[in-house]
């Protein structure tokens, strides 16, 4: 079993920014994609970033230019570099890992509470 764990979340001002870890334990995320999703109040969760094993990165359109998904697999550890936030990024985010052939998400963390004020 794979076992996410992110950090990094906390206040931060309007044009600011933050970066997240997301750190795997129990085996090595290498083979797997990896992404972010984020869950803002009374919505649902939605996609902002994957990475694949082979470093093919995607966004959605709202955090494109903006945000920058990476991984270090020495550390099992897959990163959101998050700038000129916006009130609009506010949410809890979660990291998720994607086995080999899978067509669904099968590890989740715990999420992240990220506050953006304006």
């Known amino acids: 079993q794979v076992q996410l764990v992110e950090s990094g979340g906390g206040l931060v001002q309007a044009g600011g920014s933050l970066r997240l870890s997301c750190a795997a334990s129990?085996?090595?995320?290498?083979?797997?994609?990896a992404a972010w999703f984020r869950q803002a109040p009374g919505l649902e969760r939605e996609f902002v970033a994957h990475i694949t094993s082979g470093g093919t990165t995607d966004y959605a359109d709202s955090v494109k230019g903006r945000f920058t998904i990476s991984r270090d697999n020495a550390k099992n550890t897959v990163y959101l570099q998050m700038n000129s936030l916006k009130s609009e990024d506010t949410g809890v985010y979660y990291c998720?890992?994607?086995?080999?052939?899978?067509?669904?998400?099968?590890?989740w963390g715990q999420g992240t509470q990220v506050t953006v004020s304006s």
């Open positions: 998720a890992a994607q086995r080999l052939y899978s067509r669904l998400y099968n590890y």
């Open positions: 129990g085996r090595t995320i290498s083979s797997y994609t």
